[in-house]
T-cell receptor, first 110, second 112 residues
Framework: QKEVEQDPGPLSVPEGAIVSLNCTYS??????FMWYRQYSRKGPELLMY????GNKEDGRFTAQVDKSSKYISLFIRDSQPSDSATYLC??????????FGSGTRLQVQP | KAGVTQTPRYLIKTRGQQVTLSCSPI?????VSWYQQTPGQGLQFLFE???????NKGNFPGRFSGRQFSNSRSEMNVSTLELGDSALYLC???????????FGPGTRLLVL
């Protein structure tokens, strides 16, 4: 079993929809949680970074961390075609050795 | 502020050869991490350097090595290349005071 599980999708939604992306993990030592967006043939781009359980909002993006359930989520409001990309969750124990989910491919239809 | 830069962007090698990839971190970032991304295995951690010292290492064979220079620039070397080493190699940098890592565009290596 992988330390971080993420549904690979693809996930197809209409423009303007709310998108929910999720990851579960098994390692209780993970303390830092990140979401990256990766366009085809590009490096991952940091979207959100959270340390503690709870919610963090930045523009159209909201990250949720539930350490008791070992579950993290990323919500995208008012999704745009430009949001079409692969979304990767990543976690770290503090060693700067990120463990990534497999990525969810998102397609936002105009 | 300039982002993480990696050179070269594309590389084609044959089995048995060796390759060196270069990474320049964001100015002021002293921690540099390397990752391998393949369709089958996804993104996997290779190693992390700080102040010219390797602090952490992932589960990769000894053919994969790296180093960091006094200006925080880092190089990664893969010796005796195998077909399975074909991948996107990503470098990420971070400040010492945060775990947030910023990635470069990657070097796409094809081993024939």
């Amino acid at each position: 079993q992988k330390e971080v599980e993420q549904d690979p999708g693809p996930l197809s939604v209409p423009e303007g929809a709310i998108v929910s992306l999720n990851c579960t993990y098994s390692n209780s030592a993970f303390q830092y949680f990140m979401w990256y967006r990766q366009y085809s043939r590009k490096g991952p781009e940091l979207l959100m970074y959270t340390y503690s359980s709870g919610n963090k909002e930045d523009g159209r993006f909201t990250a949720q961390v539930d350490k008791s359930s070992k579950y993290i989520s990323l919500f995208i409001r008012d999704s745009q075609p430009s949001d079409s990309a692969t979304y990767l969750c990543a976690m770290d124990t503090g060693r700067r050795a990120l463990t990534f989910g497999s990525g969810t491919r998102l397609q936002v239809q105009p | 502020k300039a982002g993480v830069t990696q050179t070269p962007r594309y590389l084609i090698k044959t089995r048995g050869q060796q390759v060196t990839l270069s990474c320049s971190p964001i100015s002021g970032h002293r921690s540099v991490s390397w990752y391998q991304q393949t369709p089958g295995q996804g993104l996997q951690f290779l190693f992390e350097y700080f102040s010219e010292t390797q602090r952490n290492k992932g589960n990769f064979p000894g053919r994969f090595s790296g180093r960091q220079f006094s200006n925080s620039r880092s190089e990664m070397n893969v010796s005796t290349l195998e077909l399975g080493d074909s991948a996107l190699y990503l470098c990420a940098s971070s400040l010492e005071t945060t775990e947030t890592q910023y990635f470069g565009p990657g070097t796409r290596l094809l081993v024939l």
